[in-house]
């Protein structure tokens, strides 16, 4: 197969991919492919990036309206570029996040090709490499990464109410409280998301209930650190999987207001009412569990156990932090807390919304190749598949803890690139007499 080379690449822009060959072809030029390609080209790797809609299009409309990042712009970033014009600390804001990646991309000539869609990869039956049916035509690969994102279809659990009365919506269609009705707003799930959207309806004056799960909150920031620079040196970045019994656990962190630790308590005194895991809804009403303090307990002891641990690190490593003792003081229990809201009649409630913040779930159905378990998860170690030619970049636990965020994405995508140029490299040994032949 023949490898298309870079100017060729930057003529398909605007024309139809009809039938082409290339060595290796990425899909999805969200965050980690635009990290995929850096490192490809890095290392000469002929590719091709196809993007059914904009470069970062989940940073740029498949978010909320005031949704910045959850980490300081110094963290959440490529080593390759900062960004411009915002202090290291700030957060930088949605569109600020999708900018930056187009501007990344654009510093080394990313070969991307946007508005084209990947509909099948299927592998070649009869001669190395893949055939990729795509909106535009024909492409013959020998090589795919799919960097199609950690979070492509929302979830809904199925314990959704079917009532007409009830505006429902999942958070990756919230953008701001004015496109809800008037009225009070149930928000089910307390990662990020939920937390942050909770907040923003009660501040625009909605009545809100924030239903909590069991979750992690780690300070914002303490001794003067954030908490991505904590979770950086005491390696917990890097862990290769989650800890037992943290599988279903989610992270409430929040970049909002210029960042501040996220405290439910502070939520409740604020007037959110806070209620456990949503259980049920049965003729407009609907259940909660009653786990709501034991929740909270949890979240306490993992933000506890964070200052501990940090304080330790301090001790060992003899450094000049401000001692921060204040940052162990709670706030009393609310007395949602203390006597929580088992059942609620929506109506009686007011509650004309309710907003899932209950995650994403992942679609591979255009890839049919065999790189998948019977359950339909992806067989990989690091991102590189069971099945031979095909890779994956940007997904949960991928290779450890921060394969989805913004710069522990770039490092997996470094691994994967550098498999797929020593596997040129194998491929393009020839012995003696072949050497021989070609002269
Ligand atoms: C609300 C929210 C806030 C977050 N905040 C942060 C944060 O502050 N810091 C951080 O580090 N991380 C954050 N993340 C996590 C992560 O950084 C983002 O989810 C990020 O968008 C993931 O990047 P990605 O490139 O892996 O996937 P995506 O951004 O989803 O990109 C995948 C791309 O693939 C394209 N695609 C999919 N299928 C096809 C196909 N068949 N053909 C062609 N193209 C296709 C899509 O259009 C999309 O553009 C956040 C996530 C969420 C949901």
Redesign the pocket.
């Known amino acids: 197969m023949t490898d298309l080379n870079q100017t060729a690449l930057n003529n398909l822009t605007g024309v139809a991919v009809e039938k082409t060959e290339i060595d290796t072809l990425v ?9 995929m390609s850096e490192h490809l080209t890095k290392l000469g790797v002929p590719h091709l990036v ?10 740029r409309t ?3 309206d005031s ?5 300081p712009a110094w963290h ?1 970033r490529f080593p390759g570029l900062e960004f411009e014009g915002l202090d290291p600390d700030a ?2 804001s ?1 569109d600020q ?1 999708a900018d930056y990646f187009e501007a990344y991309a654009r510093l080394f000539d990313a070969p991307i090709r946007t508005g ?4 099948s990869v299927v592998r070649n039956a009869d001669r190395p490499g893949f055939t990729i049916q ?1 909106s535009e035509g024909v492409i013959e690969a020998n090589r795919v990464v799919s ?6 279809r929302p979830v809904i659990p199925a314990i959704a109410p079917k009532d007409e009365r009830i505006m429902q919506i999942h ?2 269609a919230y953008y701001n409280p004015q496109q809800l009705p008037e009225g009070a707003v149930l928000v089910v799930g307390a990662g ?2 939920g937390v942050q959207i909770a907040d923003e309806l009660n501040r625009a004056g909605r009545q809100v209930y924030l239903s909590v799960g069991p979750h992690d909150r780690p300070p914002r920031a303490y001794r003067n650190r954030d908490f991505c620079w904590w979770l950086g040196v005491l390696g917990e970045w890097d862990a290769p999987a989650s800890k037992p019994g943290k599988e279903h656990v989610t992270i409430a962190v929040s ?1 909002a207001r210029g960042g501040h630790t996220v405290d439910f308590r502070a939520l409740a005194q604020q007037g959110i009412t806070l209620v456990g895991l949503t259980k049920a809804f049965n003729d407009g009403v609907v259940s909660f569990q009653q786990d709501l303090a034991d929740n909270l307990a949890r979240g306490d002891e993992n933000y506890l156990s964070l200052l501990d641990a940090a304080d330790a690190y301090v001790a060992r490593n003899g450094l000049d932090l401000p001692e921060e003792p204040e940052a162990r003081d709670f706030l009393p229990l609310p007395e949602c807390v203390r006597n929580p809201v088992l059942e609620l009649d929506l109506a009686g409630a007011g509650v004309t919304s309710i907003i899932w913040a209950t995650g ?1 779930s992942v ?1 591979f159905s ?1 890839l049919k190749v065999n790189a998948f378990d019977a359950s339909g998860k992806p067989l990989h170690q690091r991102g590189v598949s069971c099945e031979p030619g095909v890779y994956f ?3 949960p636990w991928l290779s450890r803890r921060g394969s ?6 770039w490092h997996d995508a470094k691994h994967i690139a550098d498999h797929i140029a020593t596997q040129r490299k194998y491929l393009a040994y020839r012995d003696a007499k072949q050497r021989q032949a070609a002269e």
């Not at 949704?67 to 980490?71: R, S, T």
């Open positions: 899909v999805g030029a969200g965050q980690a492919g635009v990290a196809l993007e059914r809609n904009r470069i970062a299009e989940a940073w498949g978010r909320w949704l910045v990042a959850n980490g959440d957060f930088a949605k996040v084209v869609e990947v509909k795509t960097a199609t994102g950690p979070f492509q958070s990756a990020s998301s970049g994403y679609d255009w970049v940007g997904l989805t965020f913004i710069w522990g994405v």
